[in-house]
């Protein structure tokens, strides 16, 4: 039988004996205890926090008060080594939502790895589904005020939209999303039946949707 310690880093075993830190997280405070080595070596936000000449890392203790409990468990999850990430969810809108949540919670923690994780699950649904997968307008607002204009999640549902809303008709409330949004439809949608869309075709995926600013090797450019 194969020794199964040779299977986990043996920087894990260091960092299941590091401090243990407490994040407390929503108004509520909901305490969640992790190890301080590992949140950190995934997360430039809580390696920047964690740091002993800040408070929050005299005290191992850090608070996220705007932050959801339930999505920051599922990025938890993912810290320690959960690549599935099998959120729960009921309707197509209500994945969709909780998808894009978890991106920008990503993006928020400095995790890039999970942010082009989470834009390669939601590109896989795109295709699976057969209307349109896209999250409802208030979270595309929220994208397209919080995120750069680069970015591979604001670039998304313009595709989306673009390649699968042919007559508009089951597209989302465009009459109330961002000006800029529906003009960067409108373009999109001009150039979508000739040249197809990126989420269709892994190998353009990391151009077009990928983070790469900490990391610079990606499995589609292999």
Not at 27 to 47: D, G, L, M, Q, Y
Not at 124 to 133: D, I, K, L, N, Q
Not at 189 to 196: N, Q, R, V
Not at 198 to 205: E, L, V
Request: proline residues 5%.
């Amino acid at each position: 039988m194969a020794n199964s310690s040779n299977s986990i880093p043996a920087k894990w075993y260091l960092g299941f004996a590091s401090d243990i830190v407490t994040i407390l997280v929503g108004n509520k405070e909901i305490p969640f205890k992790v190890h301080k080595t590992i949140i950190s070596s995934k997360s430039k936000f809580f390696r920047a926090a964690l740091e002993r000449s800040f408070k929050e890392g005299v005290e191992n203790q850090v608070r996220l008060p705007e932050e959801d409990p339930e999505l920051f468990s599922h990025y938890l999850s993912w810290v320690y080594g959960n690549n599935s990430m099998q959120l729960y969810h009921g309707d197509d809108k209500t994945y969709a939502n909780k998808l894009c949540h978890l991106w920008l919670l990503a993006g928020k923690l400095g995790s890039e790895k999970l942010e082009n994780l989470i834009i390669d699950m939601i590109c896989r649904c795109a295709m699976e589904y057969s209307g349109p997968f896209l999250p409802n307008i208030e979270v595309i607002n929220l994208i397209w005020d919080t995120t750069q204009c680069h970015s591979g999640l604001r670039q998304f549902p313009v595709d989306v939209t673009a390649w699968k809303g042919n007559d508009f008709t089951e597209l989302p409330e465009l009459e109330n999303t961002r000006p800029e949004f529906l003009y960067a439809v409108l373009k999109g949608y001009a150039h979508s039946k000739d040249d197809g869309v990126p989420y269709a075709y892994p190998s353009r995926r990391c151009k077009c949707y990928h983070q790469h600013k900490t990391s610079t090797t990606c499995q589609f450019e292999k």
